[in-house]
């Protein structure tokens, strides 16, 4: 298998994670994290709306799980796939739990397409590569990937207003 391959895989896997937490009443993102052996150490959808959450995108809610189960070192040395480009408050918790690679569908711009005024997501521009380079931490960011965009989108449509 290719490493394109490889993301795509467990983009779909993330992919599946939104669909979960879309059929659970919340927003439809979803995330996971794989070690460096290729082994999904968790999955994460978003709990925004049925926890009553602020903070409670995928992304965020999955790291502050993992950040009580794996070291820092072992975090490093993690990929996180999510559905779309991560906003700027879960690229800073990303960044905090010292997740070492992130790999995304769709960009933040393209969600903020599907998205449009809904006040559930008012999508900031700011790209999580500036996020992470505003750091002192080489993340490494890969994304997007327009031949899953119409995957990662099709769990969006008729949900926004």
């Given at each position: 298998?290719?490493?394109?391959?490889?993301?795509?895989?467990?983009?779909?896997?993330?992919?599946?994670?939104?669909?979960?937490?879309?059929?659970?009443?919340?927003?439809?993102?979803?995330?996971?994290?794989?070690?460096?052996?290729?082994?999904?150490?968790?999955?994460?959808?978003?709990?925004?709306?049925?926890?009553?959450?602020?903070?409670?995108?995928?992304?965020?809610?999955?790291?502050?799980?993992?950040?009580?189960?794996?070291?820092?070192?072992?975090?490093?040395?993690?990929?996180l796939?999510?559905?779309?480009?991560?906003?700027?408050?879960c690229?800073?918790?990303?960044?905090?739990?010292?997740?070492?690679?992130?790999?995304?569908?769709?960009?933040?711009?393209?969600?903020?397409?599907?998205?449009?005024?809904?006040?559930?997501?008012?999508?900031?521009?700011?790209?999580?590569?500036?996020v992470?380079?505003?750091?002192?931490?080489?993340?490494?960011?890969?994304?997007?990937?327009?031949?899953?965009?119409?995957?990662?989108?099709?769990?969006?449509?008729?949900?926004?207003?």
């Amino acid at each position: 298998m290719t490493e394109k391959e490889k993301h795509l895989h467990y983009l779909r896997m993330s992919i599946e994670a939104s669909k979960r937490a879309r059929a659970s009443g919340n927003t439809p993102f979803g995330c996971v994290l794989v070690d460096r052996t290729g082994r999904v150490l968790w999955e994460q959808g978003n709990v925004e709306i049925t926890e009553h959450i602020c903070t409670g995108h995928a992304e965020t809610t999955l790291m502050q799980a993992v950040s009580k189960r794996y070291s820092k070192e072992e975090l490093w040395h993690c990929t996180l796939y999510t559905t779309a480009e991560p906003c700027a408050m879960c690229a800073g918790s990303i960044y905090w739990g010292n997740v070492g690679r992130v790999v995304y569908g769709i960009t933040e711009q393209r969600l903020a397409e599907l998205t449009g005024d809904d006040e559930q997501n008012l999508t900031m521009d700011m790209p999580c590569r500036e996020v992470f380079a505003s750091g002192r931490k080489p993340i490494v960011v890969i994304g997007p990937f327009p031949e899953i965009e119409d995957e990662v989108v099709a769990v969006h449509e008729g949900y926004w207003r």
